[in-house]
């Protein structure tokens, strides 16, 4: 038997005055975003921006459907609309925001391991890491500079 260690390094930044003007925006696109998420049911809002490399932002927010498993993450609609609206262009950075309409997130959040699978995908098919920012509604934001750091041993194609 053989042990091995998976771990990845990450930033934390204690307000959006630690940040570059471009990812303060595209915090705030993400914040917008989630200001319009169709949450009724869990009263949980979600908002992500997606920056492209051609200087475009794509947003998402999640959009919840009484039979639940219809619904979709925030980033997911915002990826999957990149994805749509300009294909084959290069993801370089997701802001992912989150509240709730019974308490205040006062964490950062990260996305579900569906939404990691899905920006996985794209990370894997662009050939260069999509970084995140992550954050509640309030509180400390987090970066990691890939999707891989939080999705470690991903499923991917090589296994097709």
Known sequence: ??????????????SLNELSQERKELIKK??????NAY?????????????LNNGKVVIGNNQENASFPSGLC?????????????PGETIRSIA???????????????????CR???????????SPIELFLMG???????CASIADILPLAFDTSFL
Not at 99 to 105: I, L, M, N, Q
Not at 117 to 127: A, G, W
């Open 1 to 14: 038997m053989k042990r091995q260690k998976v771990c990845f390094e990450l930033q934390v930044f204690n």
């Open 30 to 35: 993400a914040v917008e975003a989630r200001k």
């Open 39 to 51: 949450a009724p049911y869990s009263n949980f809002q979600v908002g992500a921006a997606v920056l």
């Open 74 to 86: 925030a980033e997911r609609v915002a990826v999957f609309q990149a994805g749509a609206k300009y």
């Open 96 to 114: 992912i925001s989150a509240a709730s309409k019974r308490h205040t997130v006062d964490k950062p959040v990260a996305p579900c391991g569906n």
């Open 117 to 127: 699978q899905s920006i996985s995908e794209y990370e894997v098919r662009q050939k």
């Open 137 to 143: 509604e309030v509180g400390q934001i987090i970066r």
